[in-house]
């Protein structure tokens, strides 16, 4: 079966300082990846999609960056973390075109 | 106007209520419909797909009306598990992308 493993799970982090999470799959391959942030009180907001290695689209202008250096593996990042990157961030994947989501048990940023 | 439109809620029901939540969507081509539900500082877990024909999964029944660009969740016999926010989902033609509402809360109580 598959799984999607995200972490770390709890992250406070000062203003200014860099910023990388981790997501992995397994048990499929291929994967269509997503990171997702949702502020507090908000809904899910589509950061990131990937359809394959080194395939990255950006569905909103802002302060990170993701890459996919393996089949499996989604990794969002930022070099200066601003307050406004506090959130619950949220890596997911699918299979084929529309199907559902799955997503990982998430990461709560706080930038302080 | 939203993508995805929910109730905005909170919904507060006894043990035992029926309960019905619905959703509007803006993109006519969209192809495919899900209900996810997510509780407190957890990730949203998928609750059912949602069919043209309407489906049911036990206590929850799923209805879309492409015509009208609505979904609806019914949930009978409420029961306290049962709360948690509800999101309806919506993905586009191309699959990638894929909107979220902002979520129904429902509280159930004893």
């Known amino acids: 079966s598959q799984t999607i493993h995200q972490w770390p799970a709890t992250l406070v982090q000062p203003v200014g300082s860099p910023l990388s999470l981790e997501c992995t799959v397994e048990?499929?391959?291929?994967?269509?990846l997503y990171w997702y942030r949702q502020a507090a009180g908000r809904g899910l907001q589509l950061l990131f999609y990937?359809?394959?290695?080194?395939?990255i689209s950006s569905e909103v202008p802002q302060n990170l960056s993701a890459s996919r250096p393996q089949d499996r593996q989604f990794i969002l990042s930022s070099k200066k973390l601003l307050l406004s990157d506090s959130g619950f961030y949220l890596c997911a994947w699918s299979g084929a075109l529309n199907e559902k989501l799955f997503f990982g048990s998430g990461t709560q940023l706080s930038v302080l | 106007r939203k993508e995805v439109e929910q109730d905005p809620g909170p919904f507060n029901v006894p043990e035992g209520a029926t309960v019905a939540f619905n959703c509007t969507y803006s993109n006519s081509a969209s192809q495919s419909f899900f209900w996810y539900r997510q509780d407190c500082r957890k990730e949203p877990k998928l609750l059912m797909s949602?069919?043209?024909s309407g489906n049911e999964d036990g206590r929850f029944t799923a209805q879309l009306n492409r015509a009208s660009q609505y979904i609806s969740l019914l949930i009978r016999d409420s029961k306290l598990s049962d709360s948690a926010t509800y999101l309806c989902v919506v993905r586009d033609t191309g699959g990638f992308k894929t909107i979220f509402g902002a979520g129904t809360r429902l509280f159930v109580k004893a």
């Open positions: 949602v069919y043209s």
């Open positions: 048990g499929t391959s291929n994967p269509n």
């Open positions: 990937s359809v394959g290695i080194g395939q």
